[in-house]
């Protein structure tokens, strides 16, 4: 019996479709391992377009860059979740850098409010 398979997020409930991938799911799962890597196509420094695919098979970037970080899955045309075990994904160096930088920004910007809160303190503390 044929059986097409494809990926899906479970956290959003989109399917990101694949022409004719009759038993691939376990392709569906390495593509998923690869998700930031194809994520990464779509903000392309260089401006190029760029048009991915894995052998046959075209590839939406965007898909991956919409859905990075959600669980992603081979779900088949019979609408059934894939069991296989799948590795935590490749995250590129450039990636790794990206989310070392959000999260020192993120303890910046939570030191400044902090400091915020205390000028107010010290100011409705003089006020009164
Ligand atoms: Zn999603």
């Keep these: 019996m044929s059986c097409d398979w494809h990926i899906r997020c479970m956290d959003c409930g989109k399917t990101h479709r694949f022409d004719d991938a009759n038993h691939e799911e376990e392709l569906m799962a390495k593509l998923i391992t690869m998700a930031p890597i194809f994520a990464l196509l779509v903000h392309n420094p260089a401006g190029v377009e760029v048009h991915a695919s894995w052998n046959r098979w075209r590839i939406a970037p965007e898909f991956f860059a919409e859905h990075l ?60």
Excluded: C, W
Aim: aromatic share 4%; charged share 25%.
């Design 69 to 128: 970080g959600h669980d992603l899955r081979p779900f088949s045309e019979y609408n059934d979740l894939s069991t296989l075990v799948i590795p935590p994904p490749v995250i590129p160096m450039t990636i790794a850098a990206d989310f070392e930088i959000s999260a020192l920004r993120a303890q910046l910007i939570s030191a400044h409010l902090r400091i915020q809160n205390l000028e107010r303190e010290l100011v409705e503390k003089r006020g009164s």
